[in-house]
C-alpha cells in the first residue's frame, strides 16, 4: 500500500497515462481513453509540478481526490486538525523552498485553514490550498458543509478562485502554482466542487497560463541600482536590515558578497534570521522590539539604511516618525506595493533580491569605515543579549543556550510565539537560511510542533528542534500524534513557565502586575507526550538540563521535553509599543547583571 511504514515512503507503481497517441485504434476509443476524471486531472498536474509531499485531511467532498491520490507516488501526510496540516505545508515550504501543498475539505476542513493560510500570507510563503467545495448546483444553497471559501479565505490569500468548469481545472492549478512560487510569494487557494472532479474531460497537452494583468518584475532598474551603490559608497555610518526576502529570493550568497565587498552591518529581521551568519562580525543579529540593543543603536545613528526584502513593520521600526532619522534610505523588495508604504523611501529599486544584489556587487567599493565599526564594537561589548547566569531556576535563556551549544547551532529551530520565540532569535545564533521557521508576521501561537513536523519531512536527514511556550504548544499539540504516526524524530522544547509569558511581561509593565486570565494549569507534558506514543522528560532542576537536551538529542523517537523555568523573566531589552528604537528598557537590567 501507499504511505508510510517504518519511516520509509513505500510508493504503489505509479504510471501516468499513457499518451493519447499511444491508445487505441479508432477515432472513438481514443477519445474515450482520453477522457479524464477532474480528480485524476488534478493529481497529475500536481505531479506535472514536482509535487512529492502533499499534506491534507478527507471529507466527503474530497473523496474523488483522494482516491486518485491513492495511487499517485506522492508522500501524503494527515494532520490531526487543518491548521496543523496548514503550518505543516507552510514549513515545508520554508525549509525547502518549494511549494507546500494542503488539501482539505469544504466548509469546516476549509474554515480550519484560516489561520495557517493567514500565517503564510503574511510571511509570503508559497503554498497552494486546494479546497473540496459542494456541487457547484448547490452553491449558495446552504447545502452540508458549504462555506463561501474563497469569500472567507480572500483577505488571507495572494490568490484564490474557484473551479466550476472541468476545462479550466489543470490550466488554474498550473497558475496557483505559478502564483504562490513567484513575485511576493503567498498562499494561493483553489476551491474545488465535487462535480467538477468527477466530471471528465478530454485533456490537451497545453501548458500555457490566462494570467494577462499577472507580470511579477525581477530585474531591477539599472539606474536605481547604480543610485543604491552611489549610496553605500558614500556612506560613513550604513546598515543592511534584512528581511525574509532575502531568504525567499535564495539571495544569501549574494548578501554576504554585499557586505564584504563593501564592509557592511547587517541587522536581521525575526524573518531574516539566517540570511547571514550570526557568527560573522558585520552580524548586528536583530533589530525592533526585542531586537539587540547594537542593532537598534546603529540604525538609528546610521547614515544610510539598505532594506533588503524587508517590509519596515512596526515591530522593526518603533515609532515610525523617529525611525533612523538621519538616514537616507534604500529600498530593494520584489513587492511595489511595500515601498514608502511606512517609510518614505529615497532610493526603491524594485525587483528580485538576487538579481539585485549580484548588479549591486559589481558597482559597490570596500570602505574601512573604521569609527562605525568601532562604535559598533562597543555597543557590542556593552549591551550583549544577557542573562542571570547564578541564578537557582532555570533560566529559559540558559535552556536556549544549553540547546545552541549541544546542537552545535546546526539544528532546524521552529518556535511558538512570545516569550520563547523571542529567546530563540536572540540566543540560538543562526548561520543559514531556512534553519530558523517562525510566525514572524501573524504571531501564530501554535505554529511551531507542526512547523516542525513540516520542516521534518522536507528534510528527514536534519534535526529539527521545536522551542516553545507552553501555551502556544497547547494549541496543536495533538498533532503529536502524527510526528508519532510519521516516526519524525522531531524533538519539541516546551519552555514552560505556566504563563502566556509575553502577555504577562506586558500585564507586568504596562498593566501593575495585573496577571488577569493569562495563567493556565498545564497538563503533565511528559504523560501527554507518553500517551500519544512519544518519548517525554521532565526538567525541574537547573543541574539537570544539559543531561535532558542530550537524552532529548539521543532519542529516535519523537521527544518532548517540559523544561519548568522561571516563571517571570522578562525579555530584554524591550522597546515599548509606540516607542523609538533608541529608547530600550531593561538595558539597565541587562548591564547590572554579572
Ligand atoms: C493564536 C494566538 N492567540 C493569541 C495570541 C496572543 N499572544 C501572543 S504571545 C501570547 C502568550 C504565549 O504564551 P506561551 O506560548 O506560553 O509563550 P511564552 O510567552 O510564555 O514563552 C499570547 C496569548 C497569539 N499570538 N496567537
Ligand atoms: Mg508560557
Known amino acids: 500500500m501507499t504511505g508510510w511504514n517504518n519511516g520509509k515512503f513505500i510508493r504503489k507503481g505509479y504510471k501516468m497515462p499513457p499518451k493519447r497517441s499511444s491508445q487505441a485504434s479508432s477515432a472513438k476509443s481514443k477519445e474515450q481513453s482520453s477522457l479524464k476524471a477532474g480528480?485524476?486531472?488534478?493529481?497529475?498536474?500536481?505531479?506535472?509540478?514536482?509535487?512529492?509531499?502533499?499534506?491534507?485531511?478527507?471529507g466527503g467532498v474530497v473523496l474523488p481526490l483522494f482516491d486518485r491520490l491513492y495511487d499517485a507516488p506522492i508522500n501524503f501526510i494527515i494532520p490531526r486538525h487543518e491548521q496543523g496540516g496548514c503550518h505543516m505545508a507552510d514549513a515545508y515550504a520554508r525549509a525547502s523552498g518549494r511549494v507546500g501543498v494542503i488539501v482539505v475539505t469544504s466548509g469546516p476542513g476549509a474554515c480550519n485553514l484560516v489561520t495557517g493560510l493567514a500565517t503564510a500570507m503574511m510571511d509570503s510563503v508559497p503554498l497552494v490550498a486546494l479546497t473540496g467545495q459542494v456541487r457547484t448546483e448547490l452553491i449558495g444553497n446552504d447545502a452540508f458543509q458549504e462555506a463561501d471559501t474563497t469569500?472567507?479565505?480572500?483577505?488571507?490569500t495572494k490568490h484564490n478562485c474557484i473551479v466550476k468548469d472541468v476545462k479550466d481545472l489543470a490550466r488554474t492549478i498550473r497558475e496557483a502554482f505559478y502564483i504562490a512560487s513567484t513575485?511576493?510569494?503567498?498562499?494561493v487557494l483553489v476551491d474545488l466542487p465535487v462535480d467538477v472532479q468527477v466530471a471528465k474531460y478530454q485533456t490537451d497537452d497545453s501548458k500555457e497560463l490566462n494570467l494577462p494583468g499577472y507580470r511579477p518584475w525581477t530585474k531591477g532598474h539599472a539606474r536605481q541600482i547604480s543610485s543604491a551603490a552611489r549610496a553605500i559608497n558614500a556612506s560613513e555610518r550604513p546598515v543592511l536590515y534584512v528581511g525574509g526576502g532575502v531568504i525567499s529570493a535564495e539571495a544569501s550568497a549574494e548578501l554576504r558578497a554585499l557586505a564584504d565587498k563593501a564592509h557592511l552591518p547587517v541587522a536581521m529581521t525575526l524573518m531574516g534570521l539566517g540570511a547571514f551568519d550570526q557568527h560573522r562580525d558585520e552580524s548586528l543579529d536583530m533589530l525592533g522590539m526585542h531586537g539587540s540593543a547594537y542593532a537598534n543603536y546603529a540604525v538609528q545613528e546610521c547614515d544610510l539604511l539598505v532594506a533588503i526584502g524587508a517590509r519596515f513593520d512596526d515591530r522593526v521600526t518603533g515609532k515610525l516618525k523617529a525611525f533612523a532619522p538621519q538616514a537616507k534610505i534604500v529600498h530593494i523588495d520584489i513587492d511595489p506595493s511595500s515601498i514608502s508604504k511606512n517609510v518614505h523611501v529615497d532610493i526603491p529599486v524594485v525587483g528580485d533580491a538576487k538579481e539585485i544584489l549580484i548588479a549591486l556587487v559589481n558597482e559597490v567599493e570596500y570602505k574601512e569605515r573604521a569609527d562605525w565599526f568601532r562604535k559598533i564594537a562597543q555597543w557590542k561589548k556593552k549591551f550583549p543579549f544577557k542573562y542571570d547566569k547564578d541564578s537557582g531556576s532555570i533560566k529559559p535563556q540558559y535552556v536556549i543556550e544549553e540547546i545552541y551549544k549541544q546542537t552545535k547551532g546546526d539544528a532546524i529551530i521552529t518556535t511558538g510565539v512570545g516569550q520563547n520565540q523571542m529567546w530563540s532569535a536572540q540566543f540560538y545564533k543562526f548561520s543559514r537560511p531556512r534553519q530558523f521557521l517562525s510566525s514572524g508576521g501573524l504571531g501564530t501561537m501554535g505554529y511551531g510542533l507542526p512547523a516542525a513536523i513540516g520542516a521534518q519531512v522536507a528534510r528527514p536527514k536534519e534535526l529539527v528542534i521545536d522551542i516553545d511556550g507552553d501555551h502556544s504548544f497547547n494549541m496543536t499539540m495533538t498533532e503529536l500524534a502524527t510526528a508519532v504516526q510519521y516516526k519524525l524524530p522531531i524533538k519539541v522544547c516546551i519552555i514552560n513557565n505556566g504563563y502566556m509569558g509575553m502577555v504577562r511581561q506586558w500585564q507586568e509593565l504596562f498593566y501593575g502586575k495585573r496577571y488577569s486570565c493569562s495563567y493556565l494549569q498545564n497538563p503533565n507534558y511528559e504523560d501527554v507526550a507518553k500517551a500519544l506514543g512519544a518519548a517525554g522528560i521532565t526538567v525541574d532542576k537547573k543541574a539537570d538540563v544539559p543531561k535532558a537536551v542530550k537524552q532529548m538529542l539521543a532519542e529516535k523517537k519523537p521527544c518532548v521535553v517540559d523544561f519548568r523555568v522561571e516563571r517571570e523573566e522578562n525579555v530584554w531589552p524591550m522597546v515599548p509599543a509606540g516607542a523609538s528604537l533608541n529608547e530600550m528598557d531593561g538595558l539597565d537590567i541587562m548591564e547590572s547583571i554579572a
Open 183 to 187: 513575485g511576493r510569494k503567498g498562499p
Open 39 to 58: 480528480a485524476q486531472i488534478i493529481v497529475d498536474t500536481l505531479i506535472e509540478q514536482g509535487v512529492e509531499t502533499m499534506f491534507g485531511y478527507l
Open 151 to 156: 469569500g472567507i479565505t480572500r483577505p488571507v
